[in-house]
Structures are given as structure tokens and as C-alpha cells.
């Protein structure tokens, strides 16, 4: 996420960074995922068609625990893909020298199908921008929703979730930290504040 990579280097830079509040531990993820997970089916009136695509880092190991939670409910398996959206950013040329190419992994078609983003966090909604253009460059989808864990407000672009965990009024000096057990060894989202 690179707003916790912004709150390291700020921390080296030497700005302060203090941790201002615990938003989600491990058993508050869990619920809100259930819970997204409840209204993707409502919404889709269950899962056919549906496929789920993590937005690299932390949208992944999210998509897989929606994934079986939708498993679990429905008693149907749901697919689940990555997307790297590492090129389609518009600040490729400020954030990086040489980027590096990233690998959408999916094993399956998306024409046709109902795709559901999902990520960690959103934020100015570049990221999510970025992970439309690369999904219709991978296939021709029937539709495409979104699923986050935070919404922490100051949208950029004109872009909604679908599902949201929780809804995170922030200022802009606060930086929203999402934590997993895949990726960092615990589940917990804290906000930091500069």
C-alpha cells in the first residue's frame, strides 16, 4: 500500500508518525468481510458469474477471504484472480525510474462475467481507475463492482464502492494502515496520523 510506504519514509525523513487508533482487529475484519460477502450475494442474487480480482498487495488475500466466505454461504466455489495495476498508474513516471512490469494471474475468462474489484483501502480512487484500465484490457466483463475493506474518503475521481467494511472519515494527515495476516503476519487496520 503506498501510504504506508509514504508513513516509512516520512518516518525516516524524520516527520513524526504516531499510530492515533486501532480501526479493525482480526475478529472486526472477519465481520465486515462476512458481511460484504452477504451483500455481494444479495446484490448478485448469489455467485454465479461472479469472479473476484485482488488488487495487488492486500486486495488479494482479501479477495480469497471473500471468496470463501461466498463458498461458504453459497456452498459454490468462486474464482479468484490478481491484478497488478502497476502500469495503468498516472504517476508511473513521479513514483518509479524503471517500473517493473507486474503479472495479472488469471487462470479463467472474464468475458461475460460479473468481476468484483477488491482492494484495501480507497482513497483518491486512482488506484481503482487504474485497475479498470487493466481489466478491460484483460477481457470484456459483464459488469465490474468494487469491494474495499476501508473507504477513507477524499475521492479525486468519481469512482463508488459497491461494498465497503467500514467507512473511515479521515483528514489528510491521517494515513489508514491495513495489516493482514498473509501479507504481514496479523489482521488489524490502524490509522496513523502525521
Known amino acids: 500500500m503506498l501510504l504506508y510506504k509514504e508513513a516509512i519514509f516520512n518516518s525516516v525523513r524524520g516527520d513524526k ?5 486501532i480501526l479493525l482487529d482480526e475478529n472486526s475484519i472477519a465481520r465486515a468481510l462476512k458481511r460484504i460477502s452477504h ?16 488488487i495487488k498487495t492486500r486486495g488479494v488475500p482479501l479477495a480469497e ?5 461466498l463458498e461458504m454461504f453459497e ?3 468462486v474464482l479468484v484472480g490478481q ?16 517500473p517493473k512490469v507486474g503479472i495479472n494471474k488469471l487462470d479463467f475468462d472474464i468475458k461475460g462475467k460479473k468481476v468484483i474489484l477488491v482492494d484495501d483501502v480507497i482513497f483518491t480512487g486512482r488506484t481503482v481507475r487504474a ?23 477524499h475521492r479525486e475521481l468519481p469512482i463508488r ?3 465497503v467494511g467500514k467507512n473511515v472519515p479521515t483528514s489528510l494527515n491521517e494515513i489508514i494502515e491495513v495489516k493482514l495476516t498473509e501479507t504481514d503476519g496479523i489482521d488489524k487496520v490502524i490509522i496513523l496520523e502525521k
Not at 17 to 21: C, F, L, N, P
Not at 39 to 54: S, T, Y
Not at 134 to 152: C, K, N, S, T, Y
Open 39 to 54: 451483500e455481494i450475494i444479495e446484490k448478485n442474487k448469489g455467485v454465479d458469474d461472479i469472479v473476484l480480482l485482488g
Open 75 to 77: 456452498g459454490q466455489k
Open 131 to 153: 485497475a479498470l484500465d487493466a481489466v478491460m484490457d484483460i477481457g470484456r466483463p459483464r459488469l465490474i463492482q468494487l469491494a474495499v475493506l476501508i473507504d477513507r474518503g
Open 17 to 21: 508518525v504516531r499510530e492515533k487508533a
Open 161 to 163: 464502492p459497491d461494498y
Open 83 to 98: 491484478i497488478d495495476i502497476s502500469l495503468y498508474r498516472d504517476d508511473l513516471t513521479e513514483k518509479y525510474d524503471e
Open 65 to 69: 477471504r471473500i471468496a470463501n466466505y
